[in-house]
C-alpha cells in the first residue's frame, strides 16, 4: 500500500467523467487500498480515484470508523436538504457553503463486486454526493453558495 498524489482543482482529470470496473483486478484492489491510505494520511472521510489520476468510477468513504469502498456507485434517491460547510482534498485549504441532500440511498458493488445498497444521512449523505460528484467531472466549488474561505486558521491569524 503507498500514498497517491492528490490532484488539485486546475488538474484536467478532475473535470472527466470516470469509466466503470468491470472486474475486481490486483490492480483496482491496490488502487483502492491506496486511496484509503491516502485520505487517512490527509484526514479526508472521502476519496474519488480521479483524484488520485484514475478515471475510475471508484470513491472510498470512512465518515464514521466504517470504511467502505463503492464501486460503480449511483444514487437511487434523495431526500431532505442540509446546507453547510464543505471542503475537497482538491481544494486544499478552502471550504465554502454547499446544499446536499440529507438523506440518499446508494447502490454499488463492493470490493468483492457484490451489490450492495445503502442509505445515509447527514455527514455520509454529503460524503456520497460530494464524492460521486467527481466521479461526473464536477467539484463542490461548482456548488458553493457565496465564497470560498480559508481553513487555515493559522495563516488567517498570521495575516491579522
Given at each position: 500500500m503507498a500514498l497517491r498524489k492528490i490532484r488539485v482543482q486546475g488538474d484536467p482529470i478532475l473535470n472527466k467523467k470516470c469509466r466503470p470496473v468491470e472486474e475486481m483486478t490486483p490492480k483496482i484492489q491496490e488502487l483502492i487500498d491506496d486511496m484509503f491510505d491516502t485520505m487517512y494520511e490527509e484526514m479526508g472521510v472521502g476519496l474519488a480515484a480521479p483524484q488520485v489520476g484514475v478515471l475510475k468510477r471508484i470513491v472510498v468513504i470512512d465518515t464514521d470508523g466504517s470504511p467502505r469502498a463503492y464501486i460503480n456507485p449511483e444514487i437511487l434517491e434523495t431526500s431532505g436538504e442540509q446546507t453547510g460547510d464543505e471542503g475537497c482534498l482538491s481544494v486544499p485549504g478552502m471550504a465554502g457553503q454547499v446544499?446536499?441532500?440529507?438523506?440518499?440511498?446508494?447502490?454499488?458493488?463492493?470490493?468483492?463486486?457484490?451489490?450492495?445498497?445503502?442509505?445515509?444521512?447527514?455527514?455520509?449523505?454529503?460524503?456520497?454526493?460530494?464524492?460521486?460528484?467527481?466521479?461526473?467531472?464536477?467539484?463542490?466549488?461548482?456548488?458553493?453558495?457565496?465564497?470560498?474561505?480559508?481553513?487555515?486558521?493559522?495563516?488567517?491569524?498570521?495575516e491579522e
Open positions: 446544499t446536499r441532500p440529507d438523506w440518499v440511498k446508494v447502490k454499488a458493488l463492493d470490493e468483492n463486486m457484490e451489490e450492495f445498497i445503502l442509505e445515509g444521512t447527514d455527514l455520509l449523505a454529503r460524503a456520497i454526493c460530494h464524492e460521486l460528484d467527481h466521479l461526473d467531472g464536477k467539484l463542490y466549488t461548482d456548488l458553493v453558495e457565496g465564497d470560498l474561505h480559508s481553513t487555515n486558521a493559522e495563516y488567517e491569524e498570521e
